[in-house]
Nanobody, 124 residues
Framework: QVQLIESGGGLVQAGGSLTLSCAASRLAFSSSAMGWFRQAPGKEREFVASLSASGDSTYYADSVKGRFTSFRDNAKNTMYLQMNSLKLEDTAVYYC?????????????????WGQGTQVTVSS
């Protein structure tokens, strides 16, 4: 059974930085596109970033472009999300996801596997 485990969430002041990690197991990681999504209280889960299996192609939501960077280490079966210049509106539970295809996509329903999520709270 595929497992995705996020870590690195926490409480940070606005303008600060956090790096999330997503460790995958029992997944053909180097053949799987990965994604980051987030869900704020009372809102639907939304796309944040997606990486192709090779990591050569990366897509970001407009709301995080220029502030967040996602990358992966296929040797370690791990994906990362570097978050800089955090804003109050970035507060959410962040989920990593994997799909059975190498091409990156922002479509939530294209991802077959999900982690349990990690809370990111940005304070003023």
């Amino acid at each position: 059974q595929v497992q995705l485990i996020e870590s690195g969430g926490g409480l940070v002041q606005a303008g600060g930085s956090l790096t999330l990690s997503c460790a995958a197991s029992r997944l053909a990681f180097s053949s799987s596109a990965m994604g980051w999504f987030r869900q704020a209280p009372g809102k639907e889960r939304e796309f944040v970033a997606s990486l192709s299996a090779s990591g050569d192609s990366t897509y970001y939501a407009d709301s995080v472009k220029g502030r967040f960077t996602s990358f992966r280490d296929n040797a370690k079966n791990t994906m990362y999300l570097q978050m800089n210049s955090l804003k109050l509106e970035d507060t959410a539970v962040y989920y990593c996801a994997a799909r059975n295809y190498p091409r990156a996509t922002s479509t939530l329903t294209s991802f077959a596997y999900w982690g349990q999520g990690t809370q990111v709270t940005v304070s003023s």
